[in-house]
């Protein structure tokens, strides 16, 4: 009698094939008992509350509306008040400054942290560990320290 075609290989890939099959059907199936084609109207409703927030239980008609004026509805972001100009001053200590290269740090008491310095907000000549007050302004990559002068 001559052996059979069939090679174990080819067995085990057919397992396989059918395990594959009969996951898929599965998942089918799985995905139609949760789909919306069983659910009510009542269960595919989202309500939307008086705070904006999406919610699954309608609002209730016995509860008082809080009603706005039009007026009173601000579009946009308020207006601040100025700074006051006493404020902007800071004081700090100089960390780091390479003269050939016209930079440095300054390190401000109040927040800890550190700024950027560049030799043409300098009026006057200064170098590492010096005290000194100036003023900030926001730049490209951060906040840049202008009107640099040594602290009495």
Do not use: C, W
């Amino acid at each position: 009698m001559g052996r059979s075609q069939e090679t174990f290989s080819k067995k085990e890939k057919e397992k396989k094939k059918l395990k594959k099959r009969q996951d898929k059907e599965q998942k089918k199936e799985e995905r139609n008992a949760t789909s919306s084609k069983g659910k009510g109207i009542d269960e595919m409703l989202a309500y939307v509350d008086e705070n904006g927030n999406i919610t699954s239980t309608p609002p209730d008609p016995t509860k008082k509306k809080k009603e706005i004026k039009q007026e009173d509805i601000q579009i946009g972001v308020s207006k601040q008040a100025e700074p006051d100009p006493a404020d902007l001053i800071r004081k700090g200590t100089v960390t780091f400054f390479n003269t050939s290269k016209g930079y440095g740090f300054i390190k401000d008491h109040e927040t800890q942290e550190s700024i950027f310095v560049h030799q043409n907000a300098l009026t006057s000549v200064i170098k590492e560990n010096d005290k000194v007050t100036f003023e900030v302004e926001k730049g490209q990559k951060g906040l840049n320290a202008i009107n640099v002068h040594l602290a009495s």
